[in-house]
């Protein structure tokens, strides 16, 4: 191979200086602007001497040919002789192209910075701001949750990195959520996945980081990366909350993330609140006004007054809050037994609609004896239920199923998807069918015989579009409600979902309640976002061990129709070895947003609950 040659190696060094961006290319037109000037004032002194006046020294005539570079329309107003004018034309000629490439290259240089400005690059210096890192639909429901959170601090920010343009992800988010009063929303373009990228978000101040499970293929593996770029940065991160689609995949991503991580499984959290829910008229809505930050909201309070006393004792301490259960050193437990005797390392768990509003002590509201029922609990009957559709989370919503129901319970499996009850073996409580039918065809549903079931699931069909299922889903949904009127039938209908602006169109179907997987899981990695110390208490609350939320008749608590106070709903419950946490009135059960459920209601404010009232208690099955 032949030697570059002496000019080849000119131009390659000239390359590489012309490439380095702005700052060289204006080197590059100042040396040759000198060399303009010192042509054009040797000309001038060569050619005429004396002009344009006697005894110019050669500074001035440097000064002169400046100007004339620098200003070409200075020309105009020159006099002299032939060779003089010549010379400073030449030099205005010269100054003209070069005045123009120099605009060109500092109003290309000024746009490169300002675009680059525009797409997010810039570092973060904020201090306690929540990162979310990723991009998904789940975002709109954070970002929201989290500015209400923060509605009564000053200077709150939620710093968002995404492989999205900067402007796109703003115009959003404002379009989404509006106003979010004094919290601001800085967006920065990146990936998550890159160690390089992570350094302008100012991790080692930020208060919290949530990891978003993208949309798209293997979305998992994507959280794990953002895990592992995390890992490998220098330095100290705040806690870590990250969403994974699959349970197979916690095991990989604990193992990335470490000890600082803590994971939320989309598919297990959803699958045991679609089960709930089925069983729970109004499951769904009582979990969404726990986790959202516009109502009751859960919090760990330390009271020393109740150490020695029982957890029997602690339940009508507070009047405008409602005792759940204890956080111990072991571990959560709600609704503990009555008699649990408060240690001082234990933390009440209780729910209130803000910690400034939390009062202990006064005199305990006195319940109305008079009004207390007792009655048996009820012995739980084989149930019978219906699933329409399947999708990839359908067969752990059975087996969660399985663990409620009792023994001898039927379920049938209504679809037309090729893998529905595949691998579905070793189900101990209950007896399945599966039976090919159109979900959306009305003569195929009504041969189903629905009035047979207490409980109907329509799960969302993973063969089609989110868009298009829920579409065929609210279908399914009308024909269920039309046939429900037609014979005067009733069975529990609960429907899942994956668009938030969907639901005001479910309602018109009057399902008792309606999962939105996406919106869930939102809302609880922005729970945990703001106090990861709640994750033992939501996962209890969605767990199928001890204690769950039941709405249950208010007639066995309490004399319908009697005038009486919270107070006395929660003694009732004491007494049956429950915890009240609320109640839902029957003539507001399609009225959104609560649906007839009030949580943590004052202990003192008068209330009738009649026949079709519920109340919600924490409480074994």
Known sequence: MSRASFRERVRYWFDNTMAKGT???????????????????????????????????????????????MTPSKIASDKGSVPFMAVMFIGSLGGLFIVSILIGLLSNGLKAKVDRLRRGRSRIVERGHTVVLGWSDQVHTIVGELVKANASQRGAVIAILADRDKPTMEEELRERLGDTGRTRIVCRTGRPTEPRDLELMNLGSARSIVVLSPEGEDPDAHVVKILLALAKRAGVHPPVVAALASSRNLAAARLAGGPAVHLVDSDDTASRLIVQSSRQSGMSVVCMDLLNFDGGE??????????????????????????????????????????????????????????????????????????????????????????LNWNGRAEQIIRYLDG??????????????????????????????????????????????????????????????????????????????????????????????????????????????????????????????????????????????????????????????????????????????????????????????????????????????????????????
């Open 23 to 69: 700052a060289a290319l204006v080197g590059w037109l100042s040396l040759v602007s000198l060399a303009l000037i010192v042509v054009v004032a040797g000309l001038t002194l060569w050619l005429a001497p004396g002009e344009p006046a006697p005894g110019m020294s050669a500074g001035e005539v440097l000064w002169l040919a400046l100007m004339h570079a």
């Open 298 to 387: 859960i919090y760990l309070r330390t009271e020393p007054e109740l150490v020695g006393r029982t957890y029997g004792e602690a339940l009508p301490a507070y009047r405008t809050a409602t005792v759940m259960g204890l956080s111990r050193p072991g571990g959560v437990t709600l609704n503990p037994p009555m008699d649990t005797v408060i240690d001082s390392g234990d933390q009440i768990v209780l729910i209130a609609q803000d910690d400034s509003v939390i009062r202990f002590g006064g005199e305990p509201p006195q319940p109305v004896d008079t009004a207390i029922v007792t009655a048996e609990r009820r012995r739980p009957e084989p149930e019978r239920t219906l699933i």
């Open 404 to 621: 409620y129901v009792p023994a001898g319970s039927l379920l049938e499996i209504a679809t037309d998807h090729p893998k529905a009850g595949v691998d579905l073996m070793a189900l101990e409580n209950l007896k399945v069918n599966v039976k090919d039918c159109d979900t959306t065809d009305r003569y195929a549903l009504e041969a189903l015989g629905l009035g047979l079931f207490d409980h109907v699931i329509v799960l969302s069909d993973d063969r089609y579009s989110p868009q298009h299922a829920d579409t065929r889903t609210l279908m399914t949904l009308l024909h269920l409600r039309d046939m429900q009127q037609a014979h005067g039938q009733r069975y529990s209908i609960v429907s899942e979902m994956h668009d938030e602006s969907n639901r005001a169109l479910a309602e018109v179907t009057e399902a008792d309640d309606i999962v939105i997987s996406d919106t869930v899981i939102g809302l609880l990695l922005a729970q945990l976002a703001e106090n990861r110390h709640l994750a033992e208490v939501f996962g209890y609350l969605f767990d199928s061990r001890g204690s769950e939320i039941y709405p249950r008749p208010a007639a066995d608590y309490v004399q319908p129709g009697a005038e009486i106070n919270f107070a006395t709903v929660v003694e009732s419950a004491r007494r049956r070895g429950e915890t009240a946490i609320g109640y839902r009135l029957a003539t507001q059960l399609n009225t959104p947003p609560h649906y007839g459920i009030v949580l943590n209601p004052d202990k003192t404010a008068k209330l009738t609950l009649g026949r079709r009232d519920s109340v919600i208690v924490l409480a074994e099955r």
